[in-house]
């Protein structure tokens, strides 16, 4: 069974500092990893995803994620946090055929002027 | 492209009547899931359709949950006899291809509060 860890509820930076946001996974076979992120009273958005071949994934908004197979981690990062980051980003997995995905509890990022 | 659309954006209800939420997937999509999402929480999933046939459902969908999705358009999740732990917002998203990591566009959601 598959299964997504995010390491922190909430998350708080200052404008321009670096965003790192956790995310480790429980899976039996080489899984499919996500990033979404939900804007207040919008739908969620897809950040970045990893499938095969390179482990480091950029995508949109200037964030980036990782995938080290060894510590089943795919952290998100920014190196420079914007006001406009301010959000609740959750981190999925996919695996063994599955089209469901299997969302982490989220993770909201307060971003301080 | 229009985006997911979900009606309506808010539903009130009282414990025991029964609601009916629509989804109307981005054009073209075959695949369709409902998911519910309660507060401080991910996404939980519900069901899935591949065209106009149900795939998948969670053993979280009672069998007091209903959905369908005729002729491969437009879906629609019924609850009966509504429970306050159906409490929740309920979303809808679609996406296109066969692949798993085809990736999901999400609705802005149905938000339920039973009374």
């Known amino acids: 069974a598959q299964s997504v860890t995010q390491l922190g509820s909430h998350v708080s930076v200052s404008e321009g500092a670096l965003v790192l946001l956790r995310c480790n996974y429980s899976?039996?076979?080489?899984?499919?990893l996500f990033w979404y992120v939900q804007y207040p009273n919008q739908g969620l958005q897809l950040l970045l995803k990893?499938?095969?071949?390179?482990?480091l994934v950029k995508g949109i908004n200037g964030f980036e994620a990782e995938f080290k197979k060894s510590e089943t981690s795919f952290h998100l990062t920014k190196p420079s946090a914007h006001m406009s980051d301010a959000a609740e980003y959750f981190c999925?997995?996919?695996?063994?055929?599955?089209?469901?995905?299997?969302f982490g509890s989220g993770t909201r990022l307060q971003v301080q002027p | 492209d229009t985006g997911v659309s979900q009606n309506p954006r808010h539903k009130i209800t009282k414990r025991g009547q029964n609601v009916t939420f629509r989804c109307d997937p981005i054009?073209?999509?075959?695949?369709l899931y409902w998911y519910r999402q309660t507060l401080g929480q991910g996404p939980e999933f519900l069901t899935y359709?591949?065209?106009?046939?149900?795939?998948?459902k969670s053993r979280l969908l009672s069998d007091r949950f209903s959905a369908e999705r005729p002729k491969g358009s437009f879906s629609t999740l019924e609850i009966q006899r509504t429970e306050q732990g159906d409490s929740a917002m309920y979303l809808c998203?679609?996406?296109?291809?066969?692949?798993?990591?085809?990736?999901?566009?999400f609705g802005n959601g149905t938000r339920l509060t039973v009374t």
């Open positions: 998203a679609s996406s296109l291809g066969d692949r798993e990591y085809s990736p999901l566009h």
């Open positions: 899976s039996s076979v080489p899984p499919y």
């Open positions: 990893y499938t095969t071949g390179a482990t």
């Open positions: 999925a997995v996919s695996e063994g055929g599955r089209r469901a995905l299997t």
């Open positions: 054009s073209e999509h075959n695949r």
């Open positions: 359709f591949q065209n106009e046939a149900q795939l998948e």
